[in-house]
């Protein structure tokens, strides 16, 4: 029976090397002349293989193997092995892949291959996701194809790579479908082996749920204007105005763009009158040429036609040739909105000597938005005539001086044309970097290049020269460089400086203001922890407040810059320029007169240097805005912020004295300070502050006491007390203790090590489990675990549903100032135990359940030892607990602008 499977499998594998070896190419490439079609076929199985030699023009055995390392390491002949298994398995060689999934004509040779029925040799399933992925809007092969740069060489083509391997590997499939982001936020319960772009389709998610974080959304494609709209429009204007300008739209292809360009430059609102010229440079497209004809006659604008391409550069040449008039060169592939030209020209009498004008857009390299350098090939939340209108508004009369401007829309005054010339035929022939020439040319006979920072056209981009655009691209720049070798190194150099980044950023900051009623400023760091859940939580009731938050962001620790930033779901900050918070607080203040906040609210100022401190101090001080502080910490007092300065201990909160020696001795991260001076800045701002806050009472007192006043108001933190399962309680003489989250010094770091090594040594029947992670040097005690990080407070849970711990023990050696991980021990009724310290001990006797062992006691591991052996666990009833979480849930506060902040309704 196993004789007759080998005959069977030999045959139907001879069969598939008859049909698929070609004799013919491997006997011309690697053998003598007239040699057989069997000996080619023997000679490619016997050695061939092993040195390297194709079977087929269209089956590279190198790539074959790169992309499939399994089959070299076994030791397997290449080609046999895609033939028998292979296809089968769905498994392709690069090149074929291209020319069945993409028609191309590459490798025509391979007719003796059965394209049809290599698709079909496909899985199904794979069949079916590859057609769903490729009729996705969120599905961009150039986008993958550029962002995996390892795929260039690979000549695999990016649909099949993505749908078999890349979005495994995490690869995003577009710049709108973030996997990372769809997994962790989609609404319904992910698929382990689920293409996660397939999952969104099939569930019909797309509309309902954005898969990005900053709310992109695929780009819609223009469509050509129906008859309707053409009848509505008016006639171009006339050309005998001798401030006329001539809008100049060179055309190859691109039927609906072309149309839709057109039409937008007569839809958009004018007061400046302008001539449109169109020029049909010999298109490929009948049906577009037709059309244009047709408009023309209709005399919505003038039509040349090249009888021959002539490309780019000579038929924009022969339109502005036409006239004596400014021009604006417009790609057919834009779409321009109201007062655009009005603005441009208005740019260019602003200032002496303009040569150039280019707009902001959405594709235009140092010109583009949100993301300068990149194509933003996706819409925001915004259209593209509120986003040039937000523009106007957030950056009016603004330019800049650029090396170069950009083709797709350019203004070019008559009077540079003259003196400068027009563009270099010779040199860039069918298109890319003659405006860049010309920009160069320009500047160097005095002129300047403008990027103007109020107006916004879209830009589709490179539908003329389409699959060609990349080979351009590439001959226009070595031609660039060769007739101006210093031009890159000007183009990096305003790259490096981008003098446009508060302008975008002033956008971005006006497209989050638009969305809401007011919006407020938070100040903070970029550590996360407990300030960070507070933000958070915070700006979710807020938001529901129709109320946005912008928050100003320390950027890392001992550091001089700041940025801002946004938390409300479905926007970003695509600019987070960095800002020095002395050097550049005129740009802060101009921003924060663009936000125009109902409130500032500090929540943190720690990880600034001392003197930048001061600065952002003075600053907020000087504004308008009412003004709002919350203790999280002790940095107001302390600047190790904790009480903690030396890694080990508290120090008991001297007096200033003890101050003075415990700075010299332990330098504070942010340097050196004089604790006077220090406390005068603090003192300062609070007294300014229009309210101060403290999450606990201890908290509070500790802030009247260094300003001397009773101004501090408690206000607890905002917390959603979900009643998770409880656990059974255990019935042994054994004891489990867990602690959570990460563990410092200052959160009982070096007492836990302590604890777990005395009941270690003391062969105590105590387990210790920490549901997160220590800092720095791991504890080694044999009854002690550590888990690792958790990603959730649900996943934290559920370590501690497994762990099942008679308590959850809080050992912080500093007074915390609230304490969120608490908050888990109340909900999950499981008895925590903390040390008789600040805002733990204060929550836990107000809660009236769990237990505070004496602030003593942390030095004593033998004491708390003995207790947790002695103590008894004692969880609440059910309805007692219900009636916990029903109080802790009493305290929050959901009208903040009004019951939290006291300021009015409007």
């Known amino acids: 029976m196993n004789f007759l499977k080998k005959m069977n499998k030999k045959r139907n594998e001879k069969k598939l090397l008859d049909k698929y070896f070609d004799s013919e190419y491997y006997a011309s490439n690697y053998l003598n002349s007239g040699t057989s079609g069997k000996d080619a076929l023997q000679h490619f199985l016997d050695i061939g293989w092993k040195i390297g030699n194709d079977p087929a023009k269209w089956f590279s055995l190198k790539d074959y193997v790169a992309l499939y390392p399994d089959v070299k390491e076994a030791g397997l002949n290449p080609f046999v092995h895609y033939l028998t298994k292979g296809m089968d398995e769905g498994r392709m060689v690069s090149k074929m892949a291209n020319k069945i999934l993409n028609n191309s004509d590459e490798e025509s040779s391979v007719n003796e291959v059965d394209l049809e029925a290599l698709i079909e040799k496909l899985p199904k399933?794979?069949?079916?996701?590859?057609?769903?992925?490729?009729?996705?809007?969120?599905?961009?092969?150039?986008?993958?194809?550029?962002?995996?740069?390892d795929l260039k060489d690979s000549g695999l083509n990016p649909l099949l790579h993505f749908c078999q391997f890349g979005w495994r590997e995490g690869r995003n499939p577009s710049a709108v479908f973030d996997i990372k982001y769809y997994k962790a936020n989609s609404p319904i319960k992910n698929q382990e082996n689920k293409n996660p772009l397939v999952e969104f389709m099939e569930f019909g998610l797309e509309g309902d749920f954005v898969p990005n974080e900053f709310g992109y959304l695929p780009m819609e494609r223009p469509i050509a204007p129906s008859e309707d709209e053409w009848h509505a429009i008016q006639k171009s204007r006339s050309i005998e105005d001798e401030n006329t300008i001539d809008v100049i739209i060179p055309v190859y292809r691109g039927f609906d763009e072309t149309l839709r360009c057109i039409y937008a430059v007569f839809a958009a609102k004018s007061d400046v009158p302008y001539n449109l010229i169109v020029i049909d440079d010999c298109s490929p497209e009948p049906e577009l040429s037709e059309k244009l004809h047709e408009l023309s006659e209709k005399g919505l604008f003038t039509l040349l036609v090249n009888e021959e391409n002539l490309g780019f550069v000579k038929t924009v040449n022969r339109g502005m040739m036409l006239h004596k008039h400014d021009v604006v060169l417009l790609n057919s592939d834009t779409h321009v909105y109201d007062y655009w030209i009005d603005r441009l020209l208005d740019h260019a009498e602003r200032l002496p000597n303009v040569a150039t004008v280019t707009p902001f857009s959405n594709n235009a390299t140092i010109c583009s938005y949100p993301h300068t350098l990149l194509n933003n090939s996706y819409e925001i939340e915004l259209s593209g005539s509120e986003l040039n209108d937000l523009m106007y508004e957030s950056n009016k009369a603004t330019s800049v001086d650029v090396p170069t401007g950009v083709g797709f829309c350019f203004y070019i005054s008559r009077k540079a044309l003259d003196e400068v010339g027009y563009f270099d035929e010779e040199a860039f022939a069918k298109g890319y970097g003659e405006e860049n020439d010309f920009c160069v040319r320009s500047k160097l006979q005095g002129y300047r290049n403008l990027f103007a920072l109020d107006i916004y056209v879209k830009h589709y981009g490179e539908v003329s020269f389409a699959n060609d655009a990349k080979e351009m691209q590439d001959s226009g720049l070595k031609a660039l460089i060769k007739k101006h070798p210093d031009y890159l190194s000007h183009v990096h150099h305003y790259?490096?400086?981008?003098?446009?980044?508060?302008?975008?950023?002033?956008?971005?900051?006006?497209?989050?203001?638009?969305?809401?009623?007011?919006?407020?400023?938070?100040?903070?760091?970029?550590?996360?922890?407990?300030?960070?859940?507070?933000?958070?939580?915070?700006?979710?009731?807020?938001?529901?407040?129709?109320?946005?938050?912008?928050?100003?962001?320390?950027?890392?620790?001992?550091?001089?810059?700041?940025?801002?930033?946004?938390?409300?779901?479905?926007?970003?900050?695509?600019?987070?320029?960095?800002?020095?918070?002395?050097?550049?607080?005129?740009?802060?203040?101009?921003?924060?007169?663009?936000?125009?906040?109902?409130?500032?609210?500090?929540?943190?100022?720690?990880?600034?240097?001392?003197?930048?401190?001061?600065?952002?101090?003075?600053?907020?001080?000087?504004?308008?805005?009412?003004?709002?502080?919350?203790?999280?910490?002790?940095?107001?007092?302390?600047?190790?912020?904790?009480?903690?300065?030396?890694?080990?201990?508290?120090?008991?909160?001297?007096?200033?004295?003890?101050?003075?020696?415990?700075?010299?001795?332990?330098?504070?991260?942010?340097?050196?300070?004089?604790?006077?001076?220090?406390?005068?800045?603090?003192?300062?701002?609070?007294?300014?502050?229009?309210?101060?806050?403290?999450?606990?009472?201890?908290?509070?007192?500790k802030v009247d006491a260094f300003l001397g006043n009773d101004k501090t108001e408690v206000r607890e933190h905002f917390e959603e007390y979900q009643n998770y399962q409880k656990t059974r309680i255990r019935r042994s003489k054994s004891k489990r203790v867990a602690f959570i989250g990460a563990i410092g010094s200052h959160k009982g770091k070096h007492f836990i090590d302590s604890l777990t090594t005395y009941a270690d040594f003391a062969k105590k029947a105590i387990n210790f489990q920490l549901i997160g992670y220590i800092g720095g040097t791991k504890i080694s005690a044999n009854n002690f675990v550590e888990t690792g990080e958790y990603k959730s407070e649900e996943e934290c849970v559920e370590h501690l549903r497994r762990y099942n711990p008679d308590y959850i023990f809080f050992p912080s050696i500093w007074p915390e100032t609230y304490n969120y991980t608490l908050s888990i021990a109340f909900k999950m009724n499981i008895p925590p135990i903390v040390f008789d310290i600040g805002a733990p001990a204060e929550r836990v006797r107000k809660a009236n359940f769990g237990h505070v062992l004496p602030v003593e006691w942390m030095h004593s591991p033998e004491k708390v030892v003995n207790f947790l052996m002695a103590s008894e666990t004692a969880r609440l009833s059910m309805l007692e607990h219900r009636a916990l979480l029903r109080d802790l849930a009493n305290q929050s506060s959901h009208d903040l602008m009004h019951d939290y902040y006291g300021i009015e309704r409007s």
């Open 495 to 701: 790259i490096q400086e981008d003098p446009a980044k508060i302008s975008r950023l002033k956008v971005d900051i006006a497209r989050v203001k638009r969305n809401f009623s007011k919006v407020c400023v938070f100040v903070s760091h970029s550590w996360g922890g407990g300030i960070e859940k507070n933000i958070q939580d915070m700006t979710a009731l807020l938001e529901a407040q129709d109320i946005g938050v912008i928050i100003l962001r320390i950027n890392g620790s001992a550091t001089e810059n700041v940025f801002f930033d946004v938390l409300n779901d479905g926007f970003s900050i695509a600019n987070r320029v960095l800002l020095h918070a002395a050097a550049d607080r005129d740009e802060i203040v101009e921003l924060l007169t663009v936000i125009d906040p109902a409130l500032v609210h500090i929540h943190s100022l720690f990880t600034l240097r001392e003197s930048l401190r001061k600065s952002i101090i003075d600053l907020l001080i000087s504004t308008k805005y009412p003004v709002f502080y919350t203790a999280h910490d002790f940095s107001f007092k302390c600047p190790h912020a904790q009480f903690v300065p030396d890694d080990f201990t508290y120090c008991g909160e001297p007096e200033i004295g003890g101050c003075h020696s415990c700075l010299k001795k332990n330098p504070p991260m942010n340097g050196w300070v004089d604790i006077t001076d220090y406390h005068d800045t603090y003192k300062r701002l609070l007294d300014h502050c229009q309210g101060i806050y403290a999450p606990s009472a201890n908290t509070k007192s």
């Open 125 to 149: 399933k794979l069949q079916e996701d590859i057609t769903l992925v490729q009729e996705s809007a969120y599905w961009d092969a150039k986008y993958y194809a550029r962002i995996n740069e």
